[in-house]
């Protein structure tokens, strides 16, 4: 377990305060990422399909962009994972019928059976990541992270 310090420099100064904030989001993502890969990993699958299928098999069909912001991913990478999930028959892309020039990706129901066996094992992951939490603290931790997320952004 690896100990985090808070510095009497960190008390006092929001500048500091911010930049280790920030510090440990990043690092948690790593943990909870590296976890999830090695989940994955033993059954022989990518945790870069992880984020995308199961995504779409939540939220349902997304335009390129809204899932490109959606699981945090660059829109070129996620073209070309698209299109390797496609070859596995596992996602779609059609036409948006509210906007023809618009596409929409979709999980099939391949790629919703993929998610379906593989999310067991990679919420206990998940799980095992956020052990050091109770139930009550992780719900107050999602509470921020969704208001962090919806506070405006400097253009």
Same mark, same amino acid.
């Given at each position: 377990m690896v100990e985090v310090k808070d510095s009497p420099q960190v008390q006092t100064s929001s500048v500091l305060l911010a930049e280790e904030i920030s510090r440990l989001i990043l690092r948690t993502r790593k943990r909870l990422w590296h976890m999830m890969a090695a989940t994955l990993e033993e059954r022989g699958e990518s945790s870069f399909d992880w984020p995308v299928l199961c995504y779409l098999a939540r939220n349902g069909p997304s335009s390129q962009r809204d899932l490109a912001y959606g699981v945090a991913q660059h829109p070129a990478g996620l073209s070309r994972l698209i299109e390797e999930l496609e070859g596995r028959k596992l996602v779609r892309r059609r036409v948006d019928k509210n @906007? #023809? #020039?618009?596409?929409?990706?979709?999980?099939?129901?391949?790629?919703?059976?993929? !998610?379906?066996? *593989?999310?067991?094992? !990679?919420?206990?992951?998940? @799980?095992?990541? *956020?052990?050091? *939490?109770?139930?009550?603290e992780r719900h107050v931790l999602r509470s921020l992270l969704i208001k962090l997320l919806a506070a405006p952004t400097p253009e």
């Open positions: @906007d #023809r #020039r618009r596409q929409l990706v979709e999980a099939t129901a391949k790629g919703k059976a993929w !998610v379906d066996d *593989l999310t067991p094992h !990679v919420f206990a992951a998940f @799980d095992q990541a *956020l052990g050091g *939490l109770e139930d009550d």
